[in-house]
């Protein structure tokens, strides 16, 4: 069976700092693109970035980039969601979905428009005013 679990999240300052992680199995990791997303409470899913374990690309939501960096540890089939200058508006359920890695300018659409293949279950971020 494909699981994807988070963990990793908590509850920190705004300006802090955490560092959630997404645990794949049941997969080929290097075939696959992982994906984050967040739900805060009330309102729908909300895409945050993307990377290919097959050549390493990355990619960013506007409100997420400069703060987000997206990192995946091949070996232990796991992506790491590094997240600085922490705001309340960063509150939210994160989870992670995978899809099969697919080429061109483009690889990353997935995370707008066409979904994911595998979800898997969240951890709660929370960030105090």
């Known amino acids: 069976d494909v699981q994807l679990q988070a963990s990793g999240g908590g509850l920190v300052q705004a300006g802090g700092s955490l560092g959630p992680s997404c645990a794949a199995s049941?997969?080929?990791?290097?075939?696959?693109?992982i994906c984050w997303f967040r739900q805060a409470p009330g309102k729908g899913r909300e895409g945050v970035s993307c990377?290919?374990?097959?050549?390493?690309?990355?990619h960013y939501v506007e409100s997420v980039k400069g703060r987000f960096t997206i990192s995946s540890d091949n070996a232990k089939n796991t992506v790491y969601l590094q997240m600085n200058s922490l705001k309340p508006e960063d509150t939210a359920d994160y989870y992670c979905?995978?899809?099969?890695?697919?080429?061109?300018?483009?690889?990353?659409?997935?995370?707008?428009?066409?979904?994911?293949?595998?979800w898997g279950k969240g951890t709660l971020v929370t960030v105090s005013s």
């Open positions: 979905g995978g899809f099969k890695s697919i080429k061109g300018n483009r690889w990353y659409e997935p995370l707008y428009y066409r979904g994911m293949d595998y």
């Open positions: 049941g997969i080929t990791f290097d075939d696959y693109t």
């Open positions: 990377i290919s374990n097959s050549d390493g690309n990355t």
